[in-house]
């Protein structure tokens, strides 16, 4: 499963380490899986995003002695339109010039924990509603589906089978395994069950060793020789132990 990349750039370091506790704590409550970089100066992760573009949310300080938190905004507006930008700090005569940067919320220092959490889940909140599709080609023709319909994927010799919410069934001819290096690093989890069957997360209802049960009533079964992976992945998504 994807991590959720963040972003915070405040050149008080002491103040970037409360806001990178705060996000730690947050996403073990809410067992969210994040990847956090710290940078103390707007132009270093101006440099960073330039070369790579890979943050979900970004944390920016305004006043920063290299390069201030809206000039670097500029410069990540530039590159990526959707990421969403939280601006904090201890001064607020700058709402106007923010604007220009459609920053997602704004934050006032000293950080209140409840509110910042707020703001936090709202903008996971919107994350998450971004849509996600699986495309294939079938009869000439390339389809599109949203990856939060597919309930799981279906492999029965050289055709897979997408089962989705609302019981209609697509193919198309493939592989799983391509189908699951392909989609390891997106939002929304699956887990390879069987050599048959690539289950979306969401959908799942119960789990034991040998099956899962679906939220529809669908019964699975887990393949011997990936009983214990499935059950240590299962786990981690949901931010447990695995006790054997």
């Known amino acids: 499963m994807k991590s959720l990349k963040i972003a915070i750039c405040d050149d008080d370091r002491i103040q970037a380490s409360i806001i990178e506790k705060l996000i730690e704590k947050i996403a073990v409550t809410k067992f969210i899986n994040v990847d956090i970089s710290?940078?103390?100066?707007?132009?270093?992760?101006?440099?960073?995003?330039?070369?790579?573009?890979s943050f979900d949310i970004v944390y920016l300080d305004i006043e920063m002695t290299r390069m201030d938190g809206i000039k670097t905004a500029q410069h990540i507006r530039a590159i990526n339109s959707d990421v969403i930008i939280i601006f904090i700090s201890g001064y607020e005569n700058y709402f106007l010039q923010l604007f220009e940067v459609e920053p997602f919320r704004f934050i006032k220092k000293p950080i209140d924990p409840p509110k910042f959490e707020e703001v936090f889940c709202k903008a996971y909140e919107r994350i998450m509603q971004q849509p996600i599709y699986f495309t294939y080609k079938y009869k000439k023709m390339i389809h599109k589906i949203l990856l939060r319909d597919i309930l799981f994927f279906e492999s029965k010799g050289r055709i897979v089978n997408i089962i989705l919410n609302t019981g209609d069934k697509k193919e198309f001819y493939g592989k799983l395994d391509n189908i699951e290096k392909n989609l390891c690093n997106t939002r929304i989890p699956f887990l390879r069950i069987h050599q048959s069957y690539y289950v979306n997360?969401?959908?799942?209802?119960?789990?034991?060793?040998?099956?899962?049960?679906?939220?529809?009533?669908?019964?699975?079964?887990?393949?011997?020789?990936?009983?214990?992976?499935?059950?240590?992945?299962?786990?981690?998504?949901?931010?447990?132990?695995?006790?054997g």
């Open 201 to 243: 997360f969401i959908y799942i209802k119960d789990m034991s060793f040998s099956k899962i049960v679906l939220n529809n009533g669908m019964i699975l079964s887990i393949s011997e020789e990936r009983q214990k992976f499935v059950r240590e992945t299962f786990l981690g998504i949901l931010g447990a132990e695995y006790n």
């Open 38 to 53: 710290v940078f103390y100066d707007g132009m270093t992760l101006k440099d960073y995003y330039r070369c790579h573009n």
